[in-house]
């Protein structure tokens, strides 16, 4: 069956979407790099509900759209909000939160 | 009418209510009128009081009464209760009678005063927790009004509060009282926790029967009592609060530092006899006390330089000529003395005080002299009291007191010859440092003019009690003078009589009194000698009170403020000098931990989120790691 | 009803007071005044029933409600009063007359939410004195801490925010205690019974094994302790009481350390009767030390508030000294004593704030001399410096006096230490009378004395104050029944019947010092 | 079928790789619905098709063009004048990796009854079947965090005052 190959896709998406997180600054990339990895676990649950014949992985997948759904209209509420403030989208730049 | 005797507390008691709530708002006079009136309506009481008691006596030796259940809880129960008996009728009579005198007196000594509302509002209220005091049915009551007292004392010695060092003799003496205070407090709880009451009477017969004679307990609880009493009473070794106490208006000093107050002590030994008796060990340590205090005082009144000081000291060695004669077991012939010694201790105050106010508020004897012609009324009260404390035979009050108590001690069985000897060196010290007082005063040239005689509300209490001083005591004569025996009779009722040694007769009390009669003259032909004007030590400028180490030592009082100091004070201010506390320190380390710890842990919060991203990563690939593992 | 009325009326009129900052300035006090009082009155209506119910009742409640709450864990609305409850309500609502009216010219800033939160704190106070379902208590015991916390957190002084922080962690820490504790009861119960339960009466009946008693009463001890503030718990207690404004510092001194007294006599004591007579000696122990610790501390202040706060450490150890005797009279003298350092205290801290709204400043070095100018003030100063020196004829003598009467005869060495507080409580008292009423004025300045209003709460209080110090029956005759049933189970169990030959073994060493000179 | 899923799973993989090495946020923004619809196809071939078409529709659809609403409203921060962005050598890739999807699913369509592929109905209604029933507080859930989602973009998405900072 495809679930092994479709759990090494899985892997593979989900450390690209890993670097790309951890190389690149721009915040925007980081949110895009975010998305394939929430993905990349869809993926996941899914392969798995196809290798058991379940309907649970469809049901994740399901959630972590929303998720992924509310996640984006936050975080680019605040991309916005971080570009009319620091006018830049360099996340080095912001350590407001610096202990 | 015998009935009224709740009055005779209550009425001092409103008096110092109204005048502490509308004082403010009278007018002079009628602050006096308030504060005279109380006390003299309460020994007006008192006298109705007293005829009423004598009509029963001695078929009813005691009279009782309950106001209220003061605290009534699991097997402690208090009355608000008054006890009337002899020495309580004695005692009250005192107090209302040379209260009432002294208070008459301070209407005039005080009229300059802006505190005169505050003054009588503090001395009725004195009086009226005097008279708790003496009155009270039981230990818990009585010891309200001691500390009733107390509290006065300390308000009244602090009177002048703008004076700092009046305050710290105020506060010395409270505290130091309250030394005793604490003793007598706990000696209370013992009684209460072995024999389940608190009143004197069930005490006291609960007690004989409960405890042998020399029993552990007993001798405590006498102990404790008696701490307790040598606080209040200025006895050695808390007798250091008293010469200061001086620093009150004298009216106060008459009153409470010496006629009333710090007799309290002797009395509350004479009413806890039958638990005394108990304890002959510290009958005996009572007896030391009082001959050690007695020759103490004396030798330092010796020395003073400030008038009320040589008063305070002559007080303090007075009261031991009561304790010593507690301590053999005289304890009628105590409180023959108390009663003369609070006419003539509170007269010699009123003169002082009025040497004093004429002299502008003069106080050392040095800058005194020659006042016999400016201030013949003074004088004379003054030489009628210096006499009766010296005790002058035949004419004076002092002489009969205290040759009774010296003969006690002479025939007593639980005496020693030594003490009696002590006793004699007294009575000849007593009469130097009178007669230095007046002929350093009285005699000689004038070195501060004096303003003149005081008024007429001065002058009455001068002269009702120079003629107390005078006969009072002939209330009691020795055998061998008269053998007038009305002050023992009436006491006996109330108080055991002393039993003799064997072979005491007439004779030997004759010697004795010989004896005494010759001691007391020696010193004050001693003090001609040295201080009378013209005589040749004193044209030598000779007086005692120059700088030698030891009458350096005498004046300070045999140094117990020196070392009391060394020893307690100094160690508690060095205690109390620092505000933090030890155990904050234990606490403040914990937050210091927490806080270096969050010093550490912030260093890891860069606020970059990439370093988030990276740290949940490596977090996530060692958690991954440890479940492969 | 009347139970949940008491509790009720001050929480749902703190809303209300909050919102009466809109109408006036002074509309939040007169609603608070008004709210307590109709408290005040309702506790002594149900205390001149008292006298016919109380014979009926060992063990029972005068007036008890019980409503269900949560059946399955066995949490219900369990109210209940005795005679120990209703003086602590009366006090607590007395004591928050006094408060607000100690407050009326301190606070100027946001009055509804201070007096919101004064109603909310007492109404948390009258929860906690009532509630004897364990789960409703600890629900109280939380309610009062969180207005108290904004109290000193805002309206407070110069450190208000660390001692305001202080303060929580230190209460919470011993609630935390308690909470387990409480839980653990629960729990347990439904181990022996299969149902779990929080009711008091329930949890009296459970018989815990001795070890786990020994940790369940160490936790309820230390919790309660805390808020009594006596060493080594204590440390929150100087800071706080210092640094909260005034109002908050009467009610943290005159109730919310009686609502820790309380919890020590009713649920500590009784729920642990056989462990609690092992262990009594060392909390007695504790009592003494503290009564000398704060006294000494108190001696050590310049800093009038703090000095106050020492000595409130002090008296409080007479409490724990009588509440663990183990004899009726120290108990009734550990109520007394309540009572009386509640109406101290509470005065004491009010002339400490009257001091300071006048001369900006609590430090005693700078006041001197202030009685020919402030003659009210000192002449009430003098009064309950008095009256916290315990001088005779005033209720915090009764209180002291029958704790240590009491406890004489469980430990008379400790009883005596005891004693020795009352020297010191006379060097602190009248220390503090010398150093700001007598002596020289330091500088001129013009102060007026006591507002008319104040000066007629004080003399209310000295009013109260003599009058249970001569009449104490009244808070007695009340608590009396409480207190008997409580030194029953101590009384039964063994550890107590050795305790007189200790007092002999103890007269004996001391007797033989006596005589050996 | 397996080459189908292989060819699928190697655009994803070179389309994802092109996003994140990729310095033009519109393009990364292409290569990402590229990659998003490959794995769509993936959804399908692993029988999911229910998924694969929210996959499409949301992720593709939705969620993507809000992330290009947000380029734009970025303005010269993300977005390099339109022209740059308009030249062939910005789409030829995408469009190349589009067509190989596109292939595969013409032979889908062209072949798709003959596959192993099991479109059931029985499945789709269990995913409803059981999103409603076991998972109800699930939806719950997902539903309470949809509103704070929506409230928190409408209060970060305004624009602050220039006084503000």
Request: net charge neutral.
């Amino acid at each position: 069956m495809l679930s092994t190959p479709a759990l090494v896709l899985a892997m593979m998406l989900f450390s690209l979407g890993l670097v790309g997180l951890l190389s690149r600054r721009n915040i925007l990339y980081m949110l895009l790099s975010l998305e394939i990895m929430l993905n990349a676990a869809s993926l996941a649950f899914i392969a798995g509900g196809a290798r058991w014949g379940q309907v649970d992985g469809e049901i994740m997948f399901l959630f972590i759209l929303t998720l992924a759904a509310a996640e984006v209209s936050v975080a680019l509420g605040i991309v916005l909000q971080l570009s009319y403030r620091f006018h830049t989208l360099d996340v080095d730049a912001f350590s407001e939160m610096k202990g | 009418m015998i009935s009224l005797l709740w009055l005779i507390p209550a009425l001092p008691l409103a008096g110092f209510l109204v005048l502490a709530l509308f004082g403010g708002r009278f007018t002079r006079q009628q602050v006096a009128w308030v504060g005279c009136g109380s006390v003299g309506t309460a020994a007006f009481t008192t006298a109705l009081v007293g005829w009423e008691f004598f009509q029963g006596f001695p078929d009813h030796e005691s009279y009782h009464q309950t106001l209220w259940n003061w605290i009534d809880t699991s097997g402690l129960t208090v009355g608000v209760s008054w006890y009337l008996d002899a020495l309580s009728l004695l005692m009250v009579a005192v107090i209302t009678g040379i209260g009432f005198l002294i208070h008459l007196y301070s209407a005039e000594y005080m009229a300059g005063d802006e505190g005169y509302a505050r003054f009588f509002a503090y001395m009725n209220l004195f009086v009226a927790a005097m008279l708790t005091l003496v009155l009270a049915d039981n230990l818990l009551l009585l010891y309200l009004g001691w500390e009733g007292v107390g509290l006065c004392s300390y308000l009244l010695i602090g009177f002048w509060y703008r004076e700092p060092e009046y305050g710290t003799a105020a506060q010395k003496a409270f505290i130091v009282t309250r030394i005793g205070d604490t003793a007598f407090a706990i000696g209370l709880f013992i009684l209460f926790t072995q024999l389940k009451s608190l009143s004197i009477q069930q005490v006291q017969s609960l007690a004989t029967e409960a405890w042998p004679v020399g029993s552990n307990l007993a001798t405590i609880v006498a102990v404790l009592f008696l701490i307790g009493a040598v606080g209040k009473s200025a006895q050695l070794p808390l007798q250091v609060w008293l010469p200061d106490a001086m620093a009150g208006p004298t009216p106060v000093s008459a009153l409470i530092h010496a006629a009333t107050m710090v007799t309290a002590g002797v009395y509350l030994i004479a009413r806890m006899h039958h638990l005394f008796a108990l304890a002959p060990l510290v009958q005996e340590v009572i007896a030391v006390i009082g001959l050690a205090t007695l020759l103490l005082a004396a030798t330092s009144a010796l020395v003073q330089q400030d008038i009320k000081r040589v008063l305070a000291y002559s007080t303090m060695s007075q009261i031991g000529y009561m304790f010593l004669a507690l301590g053999v077991g005289a304890w009628s012939a105590a409180l023959f003395h108390f009663l003369t010694h609070s006419c003539f201790k509170a007269l010699l105050f009123l003169a002082a005080g009025s040497v004093i106010k004429s002299l502008h508020h003069e106080q050392n004897i040095f800058w005194m002299g020659g006042l016999r012609r400016h201030l013949p009324w003074t004088f004379w009260t003054f030489l009628i009291g210096a006499a009766a404390m010296s005790g002058i035979p035949l004419i004076t009050s002092g002489f009969y007191s205290k040759d009774w108590i010296l003969w006690s001690v002479w025939s007593s069985p639980l005496s020693h010859r030594w003490i009696w000897y002590g006793a004699l060196l007294g009575a000849m010290l007593t009469g130097l440092y009178s007669f230095r007082l007046i002929f350093r005063v009285f005699f000689g040239e004038v070195r501060t003019q004096p303003t003149g005689e005081p008024g007429l509300a001065m002058r009455v209490p001068l002269v009702v009690l120079a003629f107390l001083a005078l006969t009072v005591g002939f209330l009691e004569m020795p055998h061998t003078l008269g053998n007038v025996t009305l002050f023992s009779q009436y006491l006996s009722h109330a108080l055991p009589t002393m039993e003799l040694l064997p072979g005491m007769d007439e004779s030997s009390e004759t010697r004795e009194q010989l004896a005494v009669t010759v001691s007391a003259l020696l010193g004050i032909g001693l003090a001609a000698i040295l201080f009378l004007p013209g005589s040749n030590f004193s044209r030598r400028g000779a007086d005692l009170s120059t700088g030698r180490p030891l009458v350096t030592l005498l004046q300070s009082g045999w140094g117990f403020d020196r070392l009391y100091d060394r020893a307690c004070v100094r160690p508690w201010f060095l205690l109390t000098r620092n505000p933090g506390e030890l155990l904050d320190r234990g606490y403040e380390w914990l937050t210091v931990g927490a806080e270096s710890c969050h010093r550490w842990m912030s260093h890891t919060q860069t606020g970059h989120v990439r370093w988030y991203a990276a740290t949940v990563v490596v977090g996530t690939l060692v958690l991954l790691g440890l479940f492969a593992m | 009803m009347i139970l949940w009325l008491l509790i009720l009326i001050p929480i749902l009129a703190a809303p209300l007071a909050w919102m009466g900052q809109q109408w006036s300035r002074n509309a939040p006090r007169w609603i608070a005044i008004g709210t307590l009082s109709v408290d005040c009155l309702l506790t002594l209506l149900l205390l001149s029933q008292d006298h016919s119910v109380q014979t009926s009742g060992h063990g029972s409640w005068l007036v008890e409600s019980h409503s269900s709450w949560i059946p399955r864990w066995g949490i219900s609305l369990h109210l209940g009063l005795d005679g120990l409850s209703v003086i602590l309500i009366l006090l607590t609502a007395f004591i928050g007359l006094i408060a607000i009216v100690a407050s009326w010219t301190e606070i100027q800033s946001r009055v509804g939410f201070f007096h919101c939160n004064v109603l909310l704190a007492l109404g948390g106070v009258i929860g906690v004195f009532l509630a004897i379902d364990l789960f409703l208590f600890f629900f109280f015991w939380e309610l009062m801490l969180v207005p108290m916390y904004l109290l000193i957190a805002i309206w407070g002084h110069a450190h208000r925010r660390s001692a305001s922080f202080k303060f929580f962690l230190f209460t919470q820490a011993g609630s935390l205690l308690l909470l387990v504790a409480i839980i653990a009861l629960a729990l347990l119960h439904q181990h022996t019974t299969g149902r779990p339960s929080f009711d008091y009466a329930d949890l009296m009946e459970l018989t815990v094994t001795h070890g786990m008693a020994w940790w369940l009463m160490l936790a309820f001890l230390i919790g309660f302790v805390v808020k009594l503030g006596a060493p080594p718990f204590h440390s929150w207690l100087p800071d706080t009481y210092t640094e909260a404004p005034t109002g908050a510092s009467i009610i943290l001194a005159g109730i919310l350390a009686k609502t820790g007294a309380y919890g020590l006599l009713r649920f500590t004591i009784p729920l642990f009767p056989g462990v609690m007579s092992e262990f009594a000696p060392i909390v007695m122990g504790f009592g003494a030390v503290g009564i000398l610790y704060g006294a000494v501390l108190a001696c050590c202040q310049t800093d009038i508030k703090r000095l106050v706060a020492y000595s409130s450490i002090s008296h409080m150890g007479f409490f724990l000294l009588g509440a663990f005797a183990g004899t009726e009279l120290a108990l009734q003298g550990a109520v007394m004593q309540l009572v009386a350092h509640g109406l101290s205290i509470g005065a004491l801290f009010m002339m400490a704030g009257a001091l300071q709204e006048r001369f900006q400043t609590r430090d005693m070095r700078q006041m001197g001399g202030l009685w020919g100018m402030t003659p009210r003030l000192a002449t009430m100063a003098l009064f309950f410096a008095c009256a916290s020196l315990g001088l005779p004829g005033l209720a915090n003598f009764i209180g002291e006096f029958l704790v240590l009467f009491g406890s004489y005869s469980a430990q008379p060495v400790l009883t005596i230490l005891a004693s020795l507080g009352m020297v010191m409580a006379a060097i602190y008292s009248l220390g503090m009378m010398q150093r700001t009423f007598f002596g020289q004025q330091r500088e001129i300045r013009i102060a007026s004395d006591l507002s008319n209003a104040a000066f007629g709460t004080l003399l209310l209080i000295a009013v109260l104050q003599i009058w249970l110090g001569l009449y104490p029956k009244t808070v007695l005759i009340t608590t009396k029944p409480v207190m008997n049933m409580l030194v029953q189970p101590v009384v039964a169990s063994p550890n107590l019947t050795h305790q007189p030959s200790e007092s002999v073994s103890f007269s004996t060493i001391f007797t033989s010092q006596v005589s050996a000179p | 079928m397996e080459t189908l899923f292989y060819i699928a799973a190697a655009v994803t993989v070179l389309a994802t790789l092109r996003v994140i090495t990729h310095v033009h946020a519109v393009h990364a923004l292409l290569y990402l619905v590229v990659a998003l619809i490959a794995l769509a196809l993936i959804f399908y071939l692993l029988g999911a098709q229910f998924a694969a078409a929210l996959e499409i529709i949301i992720y593709g659809g939705a969620i993507m063009v809000l992330f290009i609403f947000v380029v734009m409203l970025l303005g010269p921060l993300a977005v390099e004048q339109e022209r740059t962005w308009l030249t062939p050598g910005t789409w030829v890739g995408p469009g190349i990796l589009a067509l190989v999807l596109l292939g595969e699913v013409g032979y889908l369509i062209a072949v798709g009854d003959h596959l192993p592929v099991t479109v059931s109905e029985a499945r789709q209604k269990g995913v409803s079947i059981a999103l409603y029933g076991p998972y109800i507080i699930g939806v719950e859930l997902a539903s309470m965090l949809l509103l704070p989602g929506l409230i928190g973009a409408y209060h970060l998405g305004r624009r602050v005052s220039k006084e503000s900072r």
